[in-house]
């Protein structure tokens, strides 16, 4: 009850300050800023004490006070804090990055690989058959013939399958968990926002071919193939960078967390590489190449650093969602969440068998992989720039899709990870602790 007269009287204050002195311009989207904070922090307690996530609060905070409910957010005003979200990206990639463990990506890579491909082969399928079947009520499918029909349903397929490294950082940051099952759903997660982004180039380029479409300004074949290569040296660089900086001093590793990603992600941009695998990369060799268990104390503190960032990160994800669509659209986005969801789990499960996991690792695998977020909504944006005409109905579509998606596999996730007893760190090993103990002032002096 404290947080809901703490949001209420939030929400006051913002309308008695608008009436009392209206202003715009930067002055109100600092203001807005510090409130969306406040508010949805506030939402993600009064969520946990439902036993949701807490994301799921900062979310519906987002929906509530966004520009399509109380319009305290106005469309400006989340257009010009979306320099918080590209750091929210950048800093979700580096410490996805540095969650791998090369030990163990060496001794369970086949493992993922299977596991990865089964389950993106088995959606795409599934949601490409759905689209098929219920073509004459889907607006950019109904009445072409059966040529557009496939390359749309294809394109449509390759950004639906696409996992969400955002919610599955932020629900393993907030909830601390450790084990089989968050290790796996993490690098399944990893593996298929790679292989989900090569699958999309290829079917975009399969539909440019059978439907042309006059689009301008859309990247060439050899600048996607760079976006997506070049992410690896340009990461391997700015990886190397930071472990040169950590072999010189680990002090102050929270402000050079930030200052670090802000680099790498400006390096991205630069270099024109794709700034989450970019990170990602980064983040793998600073983790696995630096000295001392220095790399583990780095992620510690950009895992600190991010924890506030993801507040208003999915605070604004919240406010995008437009509930008119989602109110009209619902009848045809329920049956494919639903398609997407049965497929998750039959390709998991198959994916699992065929990779030889044990059942309490792959049976609660499949409701990791639910969510959506990020990656899908920047991909949507790539189809529908590519097809000014259906391209509208396509983007609609799927974001309604992707908030339904985002809001249940946050749910879904957690129970996961409760049902596999590893929220708070149960089930870890010891190689996070033995780390920690090495880079402490002591063990170095030693």
Do not use: C
């Not at 008119?324 to 998991?348: E, H």
């Not at 720039?385 to 908030?403: C, V």
């Amino acid at each position: 009850m404290r947080r809901v007269i703490i949001l209420i009287l939030l929400l006051g204050l913002m309308q008695l300050i608008a009436l009392a002195a209206p202003f715009g311009g930067a002055g109100r989207t600092i203001l807005v800023f510090g409130f969306l904070i406040l508010a949805a922090y506030s939402a993600g307690e009064l969520a946990e004490n439902f036993h949701l996530p807490k994301i799921v609060g900062y979310l519906v905070a987002g929906v509530v006070f966004g520009p399509h409910a109380t319009s305290v957010v106005r469309p400006s005003e989340a257009l010009d804090l979306q320099p918080v979200g590209d750091l929210a990206i950048a800093l979700i990639a580096f410490i996805a990055g540095a969650e791998l463990d090369l030990a163990e990506l060496r001794r369970r890579g086949v493992s993922l690989l299977k596991v990865t491909g089964t389950e993106l082969a088995v959606t795409f399928v599934a949601i490409f058959t759905a689209l098929v079947l219920m073509r004459p009520w889907i607006p950019f499918l109904a009445g072409y013939n059966w040529i557009v029909v496939s390359a749309f349903a294809g394109l449509f397929a390759s950004v639906a399958i696409v996992h969400s490294p955002a919610v599955t950082i932020a629900l393993l940051t907030e909830t601390k968990a450790q084990g089989p099952v968050a290790r796996t759903t993490l690098g399944v997660v990893l593996v298929a926002d790679v292989a989900v982004v090569l699958l999309f180039s290829v079917a975009l380029s399969v539909a440019r071919a059978l439907v042309p479409s006059g689009a301008k300004g859309v990247g060439s074949l050899g600048a996607t193939a760079w976006e997506i290569g070049g992410a690896f040296p340009v990461g391997l660089l700015i990886g190397l960078a930071i472990v040169i900086y950590l072999r010189l001093t680990t002090s102050d590793l929270f402000l050079f967390a930030i200052l670090a990603t802000f680099f790498g992600l400006e390096v991205a941009r630069l270099m024109h590489t794709e700034p989450l695998l970019t990170l990602l990369v980064a983040g793998f060799i600073a983790k696995n190449f630096s000295r001392h268990g220095s790399g583990v104390l780095l992620r510690e503190a950009m895992e600190r650093s991010a924890a506030p960032v993801f507040v208003i990160f999915f605070a604004l994800a919240g406010s995008k969602i437009e509930l008119p669509d989602l109110a009209r659209l619902w009848p045809l986005v329920l049956p494919i969440a639903l398609v997407r969801a049965g497929a998750i789990r039959f390709g998991t499960r198959l994916g699992a068998r065929w990779a030889r996991l044990s059942a309490a690792e792959s049976r609660p695998l499949w409701m990791g992989l639910i969510s959506q977020a990020g990656v899908a909504i920047g991909l949507v944006t790539v189809a529908s720039a590519s097809y000014p005409a259906a391209g509208g109905e396509m983007r609609t579509l799927l974001l309604t899709l992707i908030a339904m998606n985002e809001t249940v596999g946050a749910v879904l996730f957690r129970r996961a990870l409760l049902k596999a007893g590893e929220v708070g760190g149960e089930g870890a090993g010891g190689m996070e602790e033995a780390a920690l103990q090495a880079a402490s002032p002591r063990s170095q002096a030693v």
